[in-house]
């Protein structure tokens, strides 16, 4: 025992002088001096079949896998306006619905044999399907998601079963607070317009399954088909199983969905619905930019110093660090695709806290409004902003598809290559700048789901129209 110790204390000596003779390790932290940090974005390489198909190809060998997402180019915005909820009945029955070829159970089967993951999903814009399967299985793979895409059966059962979910789903989302509060904010931000829209009982029993297969039919062709591949794959071996499973598909000319106009919020609102919880949740916004607007980038910044960046922002450290009042709180600026986004802010406090958290988010909103950002906080902002950058490209068929993404959503070809650039490029008068335009107290919506103390201070000094409702009055 007693050379064990030796040994450990010799060590320990012969560490300690190394670390004393080494260059520059006397150094302080803060006196240490790195080289600069080089980053590349990921190369992607891009294909396009002869029927039109768009291939983003990032060849990875480091894991015998390969992840494939396929992305067709017509979501939501695209289907029957009065069919709320057809987004998650169409996903759902394409996914588990069996194909003219295959049936729902054998097809089941075959990707449990295969251990592959296979979802779907459908946003506002866009279909998408995401495969992930060992590189051996792979053509397997590819056929089944093939069939998915040019022949699927949307088995009746299964969208039964989709069905009964969703209903489900309808009769317990008055829950929870937080999901009333989102539902009833985006309905107020986007008034009579599908990205404000939820579904009914009416309207997930009028879906049928002729008109998931009226929309695949007008919807789906190689021409509005988009995949993003990355893994160990090479393009001499996939290129062949595209073109064998693919190539015959014929162009369709699938013409884009017209948008539907998109109305401005009503004046600020205050929406408060009593439900009987131990503390309420808080939810305010207002419309943002799309893609196609420079504020973007000193948006960012403002929404990092405002309630974006943690501990770093005024939200967290005004409400939870100074006052206590609530465990956390949050903003976000989402840039949108061809509708604005919301610029969103939310907290949960008790309820006897509630009139004096809501005033103090507003006052925050206020200083920025009025009062130019600190230096020290706008470096801060801008060098996280820079920073975690790097983050994005941590996984590489996340990279993939983010690339597929860009261009399918028209963003500048240097887009992600100046994203730093601009970010770092942000000064104390934008960020002003864009809070006057996108913090505007005046204007908010706000949701209040709780019971709050409104004894001393009611919610009507808060200079905003008051609707008072229940929640198990909601819809």
Not at 101 to 120: F, G, H, K, V, Y
């Amino acid at each position: 025992m007693r050379s064990i110790w030796k040994l450990l204390a010799s060590l320990l000596v012969c560490g300690l002088s190394l670390t004393a003779c080494a260059p520059g390790l006397s150094q302080r932290p803060e006196q240490l001096s790195y080289p600069p940090l080089e980053f590349h974005i990921p190369d992607v390489e891009k294909i396009e079949l002869a029927n039109g198909i768009r291939v983003y190809l990032r060849e990875d060998s480091e894991l015998p896998l390969v992840q494939v997402t396929a992305m067709i180019g017509s979501g939501t915005l695209a289907a029957p306006r009065e069919l709320t909820g057809f987004d998650d009945l169409f996903a759902a029955a394409l996914r588990t619905g069996g194909t003219l070829s295959t049936p729902a159970a054998a097809m089941e089967e075959r990707i449990d044999l295969l251990a592959a993951n296979l979802s779907c999903d459908m946003g506002p814009y866009t279909t998408q399907l995401d495969l992930s399967v060992r590189r051996d299985d792979l053509a397997e793979g590819l056929t089944i998601l093939g069939d998915l895409l040019r022949r699927p059966d949307f088995a009746a059962d299964k969208l039964e079963l989709a069905r009964r979910r969703a209903l489900e789903a309808l009769r317990r989302r008055n829950d929870e607070p937080d999901e009333i509060a989102s539902r009833l904010l985006l309905a107020a931000l986007y008034p009579d317009h599908p990205l404000g829209d939820y579904p009914t009982e009416d309207s997930l029993r009028r879906i049928t399954r002729e008109q998931l297969l009226a929309f695949h039919r007008e919807r789906f062709a190689p021409d509005s088909l988009w995949l993003a591949v990355s893994g160990d794959i090479r393009k001499a071996e996939l290129l062949p199983l595209l073109q064998q499973l693919l190539g015959n598909w014929p162009r369709a000319q699938v013409l884009t969905a017209p948008l539907p106009p998109l109305f401005p919020p009503r004046a600020g609102l205050l929406q408060m619905v009593t439900k009987d919880v131990p503390q309420s949740t808080i939810m305010l916004g207002d419309l943002g930019v799309t893609k196609d607007s420079p504020d973007q980038y000193p948006g960012r910044v403002m929404n990092f110093i405002f309630g974006g960046g943690g501990f770093n922002s005024r939200l967290m450290r005004e409400i939870r660090s100074d006052r206590g009042l609530a465990y956390s709180a949050w903003s976000q600026f989402q840039v949108g695709r061809r509708f604005p986004g919301p610029v969103m802010a939310g907290t949960e406090t008790k309820n006897a806290s509630v009139v004096e958290s809501l005033t103090l988010m507003r006052a925050i909103m206020t200083g920025l409004r009025e009062n130019p950002v600190d230096p020290e906080e706008l470096r801060v902002a801008r060098e996280s902003l820079v920073n975690s950058f790097v983050f994005s490209f941590t996984d590489p068929h996340a990279v993939v598809v983010q690339r597929m993404q860009l261009d399918f959503y028209d963003y500048p070809p240097d887009y992600l290559e100046r994203y730093q650039e601009r970010i770092a490029a942000v000064g104390a008068g934008d960020v002003q700048r864009v809070a006057r335009q996108y913090l505007r107290p005046e204007r908010q919506q706000i949701v209040v789901i709780g019971t709050p103390d409104e004894t001393g201070v009611s919610l009507e000094s808060l200079g905003l129209p008051v609707q008072r409702m229940k929640a198990q009055e909601l819809p």
